[in-house]
């Protein structure tokens, strides 16, 4: 078993809809949870950060984290075209700073 | 902003040559990383350096190795390339203190075809 699991997609919605990308992980250690928005041939780029458990919000984006049920999600409102990208969800424990990724989600989000 | 560059953005190679590529970060960042990222297995960490002159294997490191001789400078070296080594890699640096604490910030990438 992998210690980070994600959904590869693709997952295509039209646009206005609400997307939810999810990522399961087996390592309860974990205390810092990332979202990467990677576009095509180009590095991946931080949308969000949380320490810990709860939710955070910015703009459009809300991370949740879910420490009980070991599950992360992103929730991105009213998606864009301009969305549409691979979104990689990271983790690392105290002490580290080493992460470990999931796969990735393609995200395509239809004009 | 911190910024991370990559040497190059796109680079052929035949097997068997030896292959540099370098990271350069603008922000004093103690810690730098090597990936590949290849699809279907995502981001495998190669080789990380958590100061000048240390390194320490990640998961890959079989094949590569890396230099480290100045803090913003980080060099990713393919002793022998491979065609398994056809990747794209990423570096990435990470600040340790300030509002951006534990954030990994990456370059754009190099894409690595080995013929």
């Known amino acids: 078993q992998k210690e980070v699991e994600q959904d590869p997609g693709p997952l295509s919605v039209p646009e206005g809809a609400i997307v939810s990308l999810n990522c399961t992980y087996s390592?309860?250690?974990?205390?810092?949870f990332m979202w990467y928005r990677q576009y095509s041939r180009k590095g991946p780029e931080l949308l969000m950060y949380t320490y810990s458990s709860g939710n955070k919000e910015d703009g459009r984006f809300t991370a949740q984290v879910d420490k009980s049920s070991k599950y992360i999600s992103l929730f991105i409102r009213d998606s864009q075209p301009s969305d549409s990208a691979t979104y990689l969800c990271?983790?690392?424990?105290?002490?580290?700073?080493?992460?470990?990724f999931g796969t990735g989600t393609r995200l395509k989000v239809l004009a | 902003d911190v910024k991370v560059t990559q040497s190059s953005r796109y680079l052929v190679k035949r097997t068997g040559e030896k292959v540099f590529l370098e990271c350069v970060q603008d922000?004093?960042?103690?810690?730098m990383f090597w990936y590949r990222q290849d699809p279907g297995l995502g981001l495998r960490l190669i080789y990380f350096?958590?100061?000048?002159?240390?390194?320490e294997k990640g998961d890959i490191p079989e094949g590569y190795s890396v230099s480290r001789e100045k803090k913003e400078r980080f060099s990713l070296i393919l002793e022998s390339a491979s065609t398994n080594q056809t990747s794209m890699y990423l570096c990435?640096?990470?600040?340790?203190?300030?509002?951006?604490?534990?954030?990994?910030?990456f370059g754009p990438g190099t894409r690595l075809t080995v013929l």
């Open positions: 350096s958590y100061d000048v002159k240390m390194k």
């Open positions: 990435a640096s990470i600040a340790t203190s300030g509002s951006s604490y534990n954030e990994q910030f």
């Open positions: 390592n309860s250690a974990f205390q810092y």
């Open positions: 990271a983790m690392s424990t105290s002490g580290t700073y080493k992460y470990i």
């Open positions: 922000m004093d960042h103690e810690n």
